[in-house]
């Protein structure tokens, strides 16, 4: 199993509109019960998060941004989260990709 990881093209982090469009940036082999783990795999803590061993990354250049609220999240059973201030949000209807 695998979960998509999709970046907001113009995030807002929360503090204005619902982004609309998105980026697939990463895929995450873990089962979908550990979707949380999601947030950490995709952030940059102690090393670059595209360097963890979990995390294909799926974006050109040298780099990209941690995951962040407004983010969305595509579950191998198809749901649809968005990162929410404190954990996931489930959410209707498929993100545009870009």
């Known amino acids: 199993m695998a979960i998509e990881v999709l970046h907001a093209v113009n995030p807002s982090y929360g503090w204005g ?5 998105f980026r697939h940036v990463a895929t995450v082999d ?25 995390v294909t990354p799926c974006f050109d250049g ?23 201030s404190f954990g996931w949000e489930e959410v209707d209807g498929l993100p545009v990709i870009s």
């Open 62 to 84: 040298e780099g990209c941004r941690s995951t962040s609220v407004g983010d969305r999240i595509i579950l191998s059973d198809g749901r649809i989260l968005k990162c929410a």
């Open 30 to 54: 873990i089962d979908d019960d550990d979707h949380p783990r999601v947030f950490m795999l995709t952030n940059t803590i102690d090393r670059y998060w595209w360097n963890n061993e979990l």
């Open 17 to 21: 509109p619902e982004p609309t469009e």
